[in-house]
């Protein structure tokens, strides 16, 4: 063993001269270990805003809002001298095989798109954040049920699901719809709900609440959900995407909205027509607003879990 | 002495498993069955068509009884039950054939499909992922990144639609539909060319949501403190990597593939109905449709048995490759699939997916 393989790097070893202490950062062959200069970051404040998604999503909002403001034609009405036209000074976007005017169409249909949107995922935080609490406070045997249950949910085959309530139902319209889109989309975040609550159903806040005669609905209010909601948040949104490609998927599919009821999906349900006569616009313009309302949703969500890694990288 | 208690508790470990798995599927059959006897919609007119119109009630009721439609609910399922024990599903009131068979000749299909498509994910998202932290921060990363966001936020359907009028319609290089030309089901090539469209349209679906999954977390991986002392020691990037960083994300990410298993199933459903390719979703979709409640029920339980044994393989593994994984950490990767589940794709996910639906 010789002494040097217990010499730290950069230290000096105290019986050498002085003066070579004083050059120590210029010597050659060793390098300083402390005098590194750590970059200082810019505070970066509007860097992750999604500034472009916001933008997108309110205009698209607002369009299909103020629809009546917008649209050129009756998007309902079928134009019969005017079927599969191309876009034009005219019909903006084209008409579709059955002589719609599919600008006028996109607006509102987008109304209803993105109101299934809204509503289903109502419904279906309501049911996840009831049952997941009731499942996260509940005794463990029936705690283990009722997961259960969640996961066999799970695995039927939603669509399936969707068909079958939708045929007791009746026929599709919008509200039953987003019911049973609701009501299919809402096991993953109760599995959520039911994790934040077990964590927090023995702070000392829950039990004394509990004492003082608290229900399960005024504890699950007042004092379980400002502590979950953020963790729920991302999928809340998210579950807002999900169920709009669940409408248009299901519409397209012929299983959903019927053709007279304008939605994104019930346009896009023609597109089988399109692909013969070869009418891209049927099929394209459709899709890009849904690719954008979804896109800008997901940046949205994205930015309110703000899972941003501050740690520097050791590679 | 100490061999056999271990083999004991072995025993007890996958006997607890088996018997978690058979309740699981027991109670989905109920569930199933019920749902699908209590929906509306007439069995008869999908057996006999139109002619049930004309039929005289005695007519009808003589029909019902030979299909066993008469009985209360527990009864059929009951009988339902005993006959599938024995290998007898019913038959299908649409094609008129044993469930059995109609099934037999689409399942290959959706496997090639959909085991072809999930091994290609699975690779690509790893090494899409391992690249995306080796470089991580830069341009390439950032693309990719960006990319795989808009990817999946584009439906499977509207993604095979802009296809098929791209390579099919337009360009005329591709075909659009079923698995093979007529009288080419034997020639592999015609029939891997088919895959070309719909093989992409699952891929590209899926890949990008767990190529970030990896990303994700071997970038987490990368501040950890081990790293931090391998590359004291001297380690160099590759070796921290793939020896390191690699290793300790494999186990969740095997485990999160196992569960989203159904995903991708469900994803290869929506595709084989855009492409009219004759699989497992073609038939759930039609006979969904047709009330072909018999086929249907079997589609159904099919696709549930596979997402339950995809769960409990997936506990297993997890708890195989690392100890400290037990029951209350469980709830932490099924909190992951859930992201998967309902964060992403959903696209197909979830929602839409004909089957084996995930999230939704």
């Known amino acids: ?315 | 002495m100490k061999i056999q208690s271990r083999i004991r508790s072995r025993c007890h470990y996958y006997g607890r498993k088996v018997l978690l798995f058979l309740s699981s599927v027991f109670l989905l059959s109920i569930v199933v069955f019920y749902v699908s006897r209590l929906a509306p919609g007439d069995p008869l007119v999908s057996y006999y068509g139109d002619r049930v119109e004309k039929m005289s009630s005695e007519e009808r009721g003589r029909a019902e009884e030979r299909l066993g439609l008469s009985a209360p609910i527990f009864v059929q399922y009951v009988r339902w039950l005993d006959n599938a024990f024995h290998g007898d599903f019913g038959i299908s009131y649409k094609y008129k054939m044993d469930v059995v068979e109609v099934i037999r000749g689409r399942l290959g299909n959706t496997l090639i499909l959909g085991g072809i498509g999930f091994f290609l994910i699975f690779v690509f998202s790893l090494l899409l992922g391992v690249l995306c932290a080796w470089h991580e921060g830069r341009w390439i990363d950032r693309v990719i990144c960006r990319v795989g966001t808009i990817m999946s936020c584009i439906p499977e359907f509207w993604l095979s639609l802009v296809l098929i009028l791209l390579f099919a319609v337009e360009l005329r290089v591709l075909p659009s539909s079923g698995a093979y030309s007529i009288g080419g089901d034997k020639d592999l090539v015609d029939r891997a060319w088919h895959l070309v469209l719909p093989m992409t349209v699952v891929v590209a679906g899926h890949l990008w949501y767990y190529a970030y999954m990896v990303r994700n977390k071997m970038v987490e991986e990368a501040r950890r403190d081990y790293v931090l002392l391998a590359k004291a020691k001297g380690l160099s990037k590759r070796a921290m990597i793939f020896r390191h960083c690699l290793r300790n994300v494999l186990p969740s990410f095997l485990s999160i593939m196992a569960i989203s298993v159904p995903h991708v199933l469900g994803g290869t459903y929506i595709v084989e109905t855009v492409f009219s390719y004759p699989g497992i979703g073609t038939l759930s979709y039609e006979s969904a449709r047709y009330k072909d409640y018999n086929l249907l029920m079997l589609l159904c339980l099919l696709s549930g048995i596979l997402v339950i044994l995809c769960n409990i393989v997936a506990q297993v593994v997890n708890e195989r490759i690392d100890p400290r994984m037990k029951a209350e950490v469980v709830w932490e990767t099924s909190r992951d699939a859930a992201r998967v589940n309902g964060g992403s794709e959903s696209a197909g996910e979830n929602e839409d997916a004909e089957e084996g639906g995930g999230e939704v």
Request: neutral net charge; glycine residues 8%.
């Open chain 1, 1 to 315: 063993m010789m002494e040097d393989k217990f010499q730290i790097v950069g230290i000096q070893n105290p019986n050498e001269d002085a003066p070579n202490q004083v050059d120590i950062g210029r010597q050659e062959g060793v390098r300083p270990i402390f005098p590194r200069v750590v970059p200082i970051q810019k505070p970066r404040r509007h860097r992750d805003k999604p500034i472009l998604a916001i933008v997108l999503l309110l205009t698209i909002v607002t369009g299909c809002l103020a629809c009546e403001m917008i649209m050129t034609k009756d998007p309902a009405y079928m134009d019969l001298k005017n079927y599969n036209l191309p876009p034009n000074g005219e019909f903006l976007f084209g008409t579709d095989s059955m002589g719609r005017d599919v600008f006028s169409m996109i607006w509102y249909g987008g109304r209803v798109s993105l109101f299934i949107g809204v509503l289903s995922t109502l419904a279906s935080t309501a049911i996840a954040v009831v049952f997941g609490a009731a499942s996260g406070i509940a005794p463990g045997w029936l705690d283990e049920l009722l997961m259960r249950l969640t996961e066999i949910l799970l695995s039927v085959p939603s669509l399936l699901l969707v068909v079958l309530i939708q045929a007791i139902l009746g026929e599709a319209n919008v509200f039953s719809i987003s019911l049973v889109i609701g009501v299919t989309s809402w096991t993953s975040i109760a599995k959520v709900v039911r994790t934040e609550v077990r964590g927090l159903r023995e702070s000392e806040y829950v039990i004394a609440s509990k004492c003082m005669g608290g229900g399960f609905f005024h504890i699950l209010w007042h004092h379980l959900a400002p502590n979950f909601v953020s963790s729920i948040m991302f999928m809340v949104v998210m579950n807002v995407r999900g169920a709009i490609v669940a409408e248009s998927t299901l519409s397209f599919m012929g299983i959903g909205l019927p053709l007279h009821v304008i939605s994104w999906g019930s346009m896009l349900s023609l597109s089988e027509k399109a692909l013969l006569t070869n009418s891209w616009w049927m099929i394209l313009i459709p899709g890009i607003f849904l690719v954008v309302t979804l896109l800008s949703i997901t940046s949205l969500g994205n930015f309110l879990q703000k899972s941003i890694n501050a740690k520097q990288s050791n590679l």
